[in-house]
């Protein structure tokens, strides 16, 4: 509620709300429960609506295409297409269950570039490490959500 608020301050998260509500527009606005949704945080909650409403400037109020704050973003399809791959023959080994924390997985990141005789990549181990860490979220939701998938 916080966050929806703030957008009709003048100093607030959006000028074109304030100032389209300080004109007299009217608004509604709808609260989505995470726990209601297949997402695994708000921000991926985020994205969601604004690309199915369109509501981008010049159609909409946003800026983003949600709030890429916590999002993997490959500077190639290439850099995604490898590590969508990689991911794939990995996700279901002990070592990746045993990434717990983002030192484990920077360290895991960097011995799997290494054997696999791929160039030390700082921007491609960094997003690869968030990457890890979503699917991590999405597959312990699951599970938590469904027991008798374990």
Known sequence: MNRAY???LE???????YKDYR???KFSI???????????SPNELEDNPIRAYD????????RNLGNVMDKHIFKSDNYQKAADLILDKIKGTDMFSSLSNDDKRIVYTRTLLSELVL???????????KMI?????????VF????TLL
């Open 6 to 8: 703030k957008h009709f």
């Open 55 to 62: 509501s981008l400037i010049p159609y909409g109020y946003n």
């Open 119 to 129: 160039p030390s990549n700082t921007h491609f181990l960094l997003n690869f490490v």
């Open 144 to 147: 938590r959500n469904d027991p």
């Open 23 to 25: 004109l007299g527009d």
């Open 30 to 40: 709808s609260l989505i429960p995470l726990e209601n949704t297949s997402f695994s």
């Open 11 to 17: 100093n607030g998260g959006s000028p074109g709300v």
């Open 133 to 141: 860490k979503a699917y991590q979220k999405v597959i312990k939701k």
